[in-house]
C-alpha cells in the first residue's frame, strides 16, 4: 500500500526540507551544507530523494547543496501545463535566484540531465558549471535515436506507450506503482535497487498527479518535435554550452546507451571531461555513489578542468 504523500516524501535525512517560490510556481527542495550553490535536478521515475547521498557528501566538501522536486514531482506543484524543457529550465533558473544565488552548479540526471543542457543555453548566466549524468545533449540524442541499427531507439520505446492519454498512467499506478521497480530494476546495473529503495519510489510516484505530470514531460519531448516550439528549441539549442561541463556516464546503462551519450562534446565549447562509470547502469550516483561523487567533487575542485 501506498504512503501518504507527506510520509512519501519528506523523507528524514540530514538534511532540511522547505518550500522555495520561483517562476509563479512552488517548490518543495530538501536542502543541506553551506558554501557555493550546487542545485540537483532529478530524472524520470525518481524524485528529490535520488540525491540523498550527495546531500550529505556534497555539504561535507563544503557546498550549499539543493535538490528540488521538479514541476509535477514530489512536494511541488503540479500545474495542468509547462512540462517542456523551456520551462523547467526557467523554473531551474528561477530557483537559484529565489535561493539568493546569482549562480550554482548545475547537476542534472535523466530529465533533469536535458533541463541542465537547456538551463546552460537558456539561462547561461545562472549556471556557473555543469554536470550532466546518463543523459547526451539535446541535439545528440535525437540524432542518435533515429541511427542504425536503432539500438537507442528500442532502448527508449518506452516512451512510445507513454504517448497515449491516460492508460499510461494507469499502468504506471497499477498494483501500487510496481513498475516503477521494474523501470529502475531493467535500467540499473546488478544489485540495485534494494526492495526498500522500490518501495520509496513507488511510494513518491503514487502522489495525486504525478505519474499524468512526470509522462508529461515525455509527452512534450515526442510531440514538439513537429511542431512551431519544439523547431524553436532546437534552433535555440544549437548555441554551444560556454560553461566548464562534466559528462557521467554507467557503462551498463540500457536505457541511454553510452554510444547515444558519448560526443555531446562537440556541442560545449569550454572545458568538458567525458566519464564512464564501470559496473553502473542509468543511476550511476546511486548505484555506485562513492566513485561518482570522488567524480564530482574532483571535478568540482578543479580550477580549470581540462578538455
Sequence with gaps: ?????????????????????ANGMRFHVAENGDGPLVLLLHGFPEFWWSWRRQLDSLSQAGYRVVAPDLRGYGGSDKPPRGYDLVTAASDAAGLVRSLGEANAVVVGHDWGGLIAWTMATYHPKVVRRLAVVSMPHPLRLRPAVMAAPFAQARSMSYALGFQLPMLPERRLLRDGA??????????????????????????????????????????????????????????????????PTL??????????????????????????????????????????????????????????PER
Design 178 to 243: 510496481s513498475r516503477v521497480g521494474r523501470l529502475l530494476s531493467a535500467w540499473s546495473g546488478p544489485g540495485w535497487p534494494d526492495q526498500e529503495t522500490e518501495r520509496i519510489y513507488e511510494a513518491a510516484m503514487s502522489v495525486p498527479s504525478v505519474a499524468h505530470s512526470a509522462l508529461e514531460y515525455h509527452r512534450w519531448y515526442l510531440r514538439s518535435r513537429i511542431r512551431p516550439d519544439g523547431i524553436f528549441y532546437t534552433r535555440m539549442m544549437r548555441s554551444p554550452i560556454q560553461v
Design 1 to 21: 500500500m501506498a504512503a501518504s504523500g507527506n510520509a512519501a516524501i519528506y523523507l528524514r535525512g540530514p538534511w532540511s526540507h522547505r518550500s522555495v517560490s
Design 247 to 304: 559528462h557521467l556516464h554507467g557503462a551498463l546503462d540500457p536505457c541511454v546507451l553510452p554510444s547515444a551519450a558519448r560526443g555531446s562534446g562537440v556541442h560545449v565549447e569550454a572545458p568538458y571531461r567525458w566519464r564512464l562509470l564501470d559496473g553502473a547502469g542509468h543511476f550511476p550516483h546511486e548505484e555506485v555513489p562513492d566513485r561518482f561523487d570522488l567524480e564530482l567533487r574532483a571535478w568540482l575542485a578543479d580550477p580549470e
